[in-house]
T-cell receptor
Framework: SQKIEQNSEALNIQEGKTATLTCNYTNYSPAYLQWYRQDPGRGPVFLLLIRENEKEKRKERLKVTFDTTLKQSLFHITASQPADSATYLC?????????????FGQGTTLQVKP | DAMVIQNPRYQVTQFGKPVTLSCSQT?????MYWYQQKSSQAPKLLFHYYDKDFNNEADTPDNFQSRRPNTSFCFLDIRSPGLGDAAMYLC??????????????FGPGTRLTVL
């Protein structure tokens, strides 16, 4: 069956450390993979997109890797801050149509302690 | 600022009483989506419109309907809400024009409570 898995347990780290979140998928062949941030009671906000032929993408303190052989994406936040505390969702774009339909993981909650 | 707006932010309805949630956008995007998200779960796509073309997900219950009268507005109708329909309902848009820019822009969501 098709699955997207993110760590359901919250990730607790100390301010200044690097947070690493994992997204694994099975029986999908995504053309793109996206990461979103969601704060409690709010809609997700887009962070980064990575294509299947890209290994790594960076934006400020954020870095995403995409390994289509392992069927895994890693999302890193360097020099983490308490303001980074949120739930982070990965989403697969199968690229099968122009409508950009996404399939979301359930998200991992990150808590950064001062 | 261009944005996606959802009204109301909180909606309380009674079991079986029809309810309509609304979404509007000032981004002039072609595609509008409706998601259902329950606590600690992934947003689940219910349906989406590409312009006027309606695309229903195979597992979306018939109880859920949608209307898109124009580019800016999209509505989610729940004909007979059950207790299991209590959730956050998220509206999102995307340009639908170029694959590499098809990220989604979400509204703040409507929290639906069914009594």
């Amino acid at each position: 069956s098709q699955k997207i898995e993110q760590n359901s347990e919250a990730l607790n780290i100390q301010e200044g450390k690097t947070a690493t979140l994992t997204c694994n998928y099975t029986n999908y062949s995504p053309a793109y993979l996206q990461w979103y941030r969601q704060d409690p009671g709010r809609g997700p906000v887009f962070l980064l997109l990575i294509r299947e032929n890209e290994k790594e993408k960076r934006k400020e303190r954020l870095k995403v890797t995409f390994d289509t052989t392992l069927k895994q994406s890693l999302f890193h936040i360097t020099a983490s801050q308490p303001a980074d505390s949120a739930t982070y969702l990965c989403a697969l774009d199968l690229g099968s149509s122009n409508t950009g339909k996404l399939i979301f993981g359930q998200g991992t909650t990150l808590q950064v302690k001062p | 600022d261009a944005m996606v707006i959802q009204n109301p932010r909180y909606q309380v309805t009674q079991f079986g009483k029809p309810v309509t949630l609304s979404c509007s956008q000032t981004l002039n995007h072609n595609v509008m989506y409706w998601y259902q998200q329950k606590s600690s779960q992934a947003p689940k796509l219910l349906f989406h419109y590409y312009d006027k073309d309606f695309n229903n997900e195979a597992d979306t219950p018939d109880n859920f309907q949608s209307r898109r009268p124009n580019t800016s507005f999209c509505f989610l109708d729940i004909r007979s809400p059950g207790l299991g329909d209590a959730a956050m309902y998220l509206c999102a848009t995307s340009g639908g024009l170029a694959r590499h820019t098809d990220t989604q822009y979400f509204g703040p969501g409507t929290r639906l409570t069914v009594l």
